[in-house]
Every structure is written in C-alpha cells, then in structure tokens.
C-alpha cells in the first residue's frame, strides 16, 4: 500500500493503474486489483477520531463505535475495488452532505462541550470533499470503461434497539430507479437472504423496512452517474455484540466468504443485463 496525495490517487485511477492507497492524511483507502464494472464501499467502517477533538467530544470511545459500521469494510476485503472511510463518522460523516457532515448533536445527544472552530470543521470537510473528488474519478473511470457500474454500498445497524422484529439484511431504494433495476435489485435480495450464517443466526433480507437508502454516497454517484446503481446494503449488527463492543470473527468470516461468490455472481447478472 502507497500513501499518495489525492491528485496521485486520480492521476493513477484516469491512467487506468492498479494500486493500494490510503490518503495522504489517511481519511481512506482505495484498492484497485482490477478494472470491473463493480465498487465495494464501506464509508462507516472507519474509528479514527483526531486527536484535537478527544477532549471536547462528548461522546465516549464506545458511543462512536455503536454508531459505526465495524467491520463492514472486511466483509467485502477480496473484491477487486473497495473504497472505505479510515475516520470516525463523528468527526464527519461521509454519508451525509457536506452541510450535514460535521454533527453539532448526534442520535439526540449534544457532542461537543464547546462549539467547533469554523477552523476545525474545515478541517474535517477537506476530507469529505477529498472522498468524493475520489469517488467522481473513479466512478467517471468505470462508466466510461464499462458503460455501467454496481456499488455495493456496506452498512450495518443496531438491531436490539429496535422495539420491533427486524430484518438481517436490508436494502434501501427510495433514491435509485426501481422501475429500470427493481429485478436486479430483487436479485441481489434474494441472493442475501441465501447466505448461511452460524449459531442459526436467522436469515431475513427486506427492502425499505429499516432504512431507506437516503445516504449521500449512494445520492452523490446517483445524481452524477446515470448508469451506475447503487445498492445500500445494510446488515444488522448480529457480528457483534452492541452493547459488550465485542465483535464475532467467525460470523464476519462467513459474510465475507460468502459475499466472494455472491458480489461478483450479481455484478456479472447487473453487467450483463445493462451493459447495452
């Protein structure tokens, strides 16, 4: 893995080259193995919080953790592309626009014991325009090689807050065109709810019944990529323990095997049904 500026990381994804790289102020990583019509993002995954802002946040260690997304980026680590977000969500949210990104409060909690700098929170928005500067290059790269492209955007969610039964896997798309991928979309449901996960973890995969898909990453690629189809899969945290902050590699493991077989079989499906 190289640490590359993010005018080198375009430079090598418009040059059509494979590499490791995380950002130079390492917000992220971006790993190309292969040119493929299909993206693996994981923009929650990331822990880092910068240090400046340890002892104003009101947060604990723990409440950042709940509210990401641990391990997601290693459910889909063999794809040939993943991009995934190393900083907390807390510092700012990759997943939100840029008016949004920095949280004054969060999940009904204020954050920060004194305002943020107007300084400070440039700071965190650089990188958030970085992300996406990334994003475009990658995105204009893949649909003018393929025509089309799929993400598979990774999320996960705490489901024992819930105050109802919940689903396994959810799929949100209220912000993509289900009337041209509304099968393609059942496909990669369908393919979901076939993974086998151990101590009888119960499998369920929906659409819409949890979340929406209203996240920035999946609007920003949407709104500027008309070929692309962003798919926001979310698992429920059953990989983990929310409340003790353990988590379950045996079950990761057997998402992420299982994802090897399924991510590229539906891409394959997508590519092959669109690229026309």
Not at 101 to 113: C, I, M, P, R, S
Not at 128 to 151: I, N
Request: proline share 3%; glycine share 4%; charged share 25%.
């Amino acid at each position: 893995m190289q640490r590359l500026s993010i005018d080198a990381i375009v430079s090598k994804i418009e040059a059509e080259q494979v590499f490791h790289a995380v950002a130079e102020d390492y917000s992220f990583t971006l790993k190309i193995d292969k040119y493929v019509p299909y993206v693996c993002g994981a923009v929650h995954d990331g822990h880092q919080f910068r240090k400046e802002l340890w002892d104003n946040c009101l947060h604990s260690e723990y409440d950042r953790w709940y509210e990401e997304d641990p391990q997601t980026k290693n459910m889909v680590i063999s794809h040939p592309i993943l991009i995934a977000g190393c900083d907390s969500r807390f510092e700012y949210d990759l997943n939100r626009d840029p008016e949004n990104a920095v949280f004054d409060t969060a999940w009904g909690k204020q954050l920060w014991e004194k305002p943020l700098s107007e300084s400070a929170k440039q700071k965190s928005l650089q990188k958030h325009t970085a992300f996406y500067k990334v994003v475009d290059a990658l995105m204009s790269k893949l649909e003018s090689k393929f025509g089309v492209c799929v993400v598979y955007d990774m999320h996960s969610y705490n489901w024992k807050r819930w105050d109802r039964e919940v689903p396994t896997w959810n799929l949100g798309t209220s912000n993509i065109d289900n009337d041209r991928f509304g099968d393609i979309i059942e496909s990669w449901r369908e393919m979901l709810l076939s993974i086998e996960l151990p101590h009888n973890i119960i499998q369920t995969a929906l659409i819409n019944d949890t979340f929406q898909g209203n996240g920035y990453f999946l609007k920003f690629i949407t709104k500027n990529f008309k070929n692309t189809l962003v798919l926001a899969t979310e698992i429920a945290k059953v990989y983990c323990d929310e409340y003790k902050q353990i988590n379950y590699p045996e079950v990761v493991s057997a998402v992420e095997q299982q994802l090897q077989v399924l991510i590229p079989k539906h891409a394959d499906e997508f590519y092959k049904r669109f690229k026309n």
